[in-house]
């Protein structure tokens, strides 16, 4: 996993988690309070509740990303960019200022007038924003998109997802960003929850992952919670991205997913990472096949790369002595007495769950029962 210097803020896994707060001067945008068209306004906001609770980095937008609107030209966000540019120069703190926009000519612009990195939320779709932040040494966050320039993060699928993230390669500071949220009519909230699922597969592409998850539909429909209610859903699910290897939470509650995050951190599990060597963080065959693509490796061997463990009860003498034959046998362990330990790789285990399938008493439960937890 590389590590991404934003004009001196260190992105990855040898830091802290970065909070992103949302400044925002469309007035299109829905949501109010982050909302200013003054930039001594703008910048009193972000200095006394966004930085005073903890941003990290403020991303401005120039328009709302909203699908029911109208997407604004490159011209008409340039004629909004001052606005922006005033607000950081007013700005008394220190903090990384980002600018969403899918226009090179824009990044272009906002980085040449003193912001920091760039949001790309239709991900490269514009081919000249990769040279345009290489040219100026930024940092881009690149969110998963068609290559469209008016369907920002219009992609369903969690495979498609991936794939869209290496639209028009990297550069050496990108940061990518899942798209959370309804960004299609055809994305449904079932297909969030398994991007958020899966978010450690996102890792193999080897680059800090941003997540913009606040108060986003798919969680607020599992408390049944309103917007205005879904805070602590949102707090949840920042602590759980963290974990789950997420470097950048976007947000506008800052001093809240803030110590979510923290919590979050402080709560990873540590990994083994040398200038030699680095320890995946791999917990499915999905995910060791993610990182065996990018490795050019054969991802024929993911079963291979990742155990599991069983408890398995209710087995007399001959059920045990059969299973600990076939575990053996494949180079798995099954040990105990009454309850047997079961553990190996999936490929082990599935050459037991084969060996055992058509055995006596309990034994064709159990093959089953492993074998759906593997797949």
Not at 79 to 101: H, K, N, P, Q, W
Not at 118 to 125: E, K, S
Not at 189 to 215: K, M
Request: charged letters at 30%; a negative charge; aromatic letters at 4%.
């Amino acid at each position: 996993m590389r590590t991404v210097d934003a004009a001196g803020l260190g992105i990855g896994d040898d830091h802290p988690p970065r909070i992103m707060g949302v400044l925002n001067v469309s007035a299109e945008s829905p949501y109010s309070p982050s909302v200013y068209d003054d930039p001594a306004e703008a910048a009193a906001y972000v200095e006394d509740e966004l930085l005073a609770e903890g941003a990290d980095i403020i991303d401005i937008g120039l328009e709302s990303a909203n699908k029911k609107f109208d997407v604004l030209s490159a011209e008409q966000e340039l004629d909004r960019l001052d606005i922006a540019l005033e607000t950081i120069e007013r700005v008394d703190g220190d903090a990384v200022f980002s600018i969403e926009t899918r226009y090179h000519e824009v990044a272009d612009a906002a980085l040449a007038g003193g912001f920091d990195m760039v949001n790309d939320i239709c991900g490269f779709a514009d081919p000249e924003m990769p040279d345009v932040c290489e040219a100026h040494d930024a940092a881009v966050a690149k969110m998963a998109s068609p290559p469209d320039l008016e369907r920002p993060g219009a992609v369903e699928a969690v495979d498609d997802i991936y794939d869209a993230l290496g639209l028009n390669g990297f550069t050496d500071k990108t940061i990518v960003d899942p798209a959370f949220g309804g960004w299609s009519e055809e994305k449904t909230l079932a297909d969030d929850r398994e991007t958020f699922e899966r978010l450690r597969e996102f890792r193999a592409l080897g680059r800090p992952i941003l997540v913009s998850i606040n108060r986003k539909n798919f969680l607020r429909d599992l408390a049944g919670r309103s917007t205005e209610e879904a805070l602590p859903v949102s707090l949840a699910a920042t602590a759980m991205a963290v974990e789950r290897g997420a470097h950048i939470i976007r947000t506008h509650d800052v001093a809240e997913t803030r110590d979510a995050a923290v919590i979050g951190d402080a709560f990873t599990r540590e990994r083994t990472r040398t200038p030699s060597v680095e320890e995946l963080d791999v917990t499915t065959v999905r995910e060791a096949e993610r990182h065996l693509e990018q490795h050019a490796g054969d991802t024929t061997v993911a079963a291979e790369s990742v155990s599991r463990a069983f408890s398995v009860r209710g087995l007399d003498d001959a059920d045990r002595e059969a299973l600990s034959a076939a575990a053996a046998a494949a180079g798995a362990v099954a040990s105990g007495d009454d309850t047997v330990f079961l553990a190996g790789t999936v490929d082990a285990l599935e050459t037991v769950a084969d060996a055992v399938e058509d055995g006596a008493g309990r034994l064709p439960e159990v093959a089953a029962d492993i074998r759906n937890t593997l797949t």
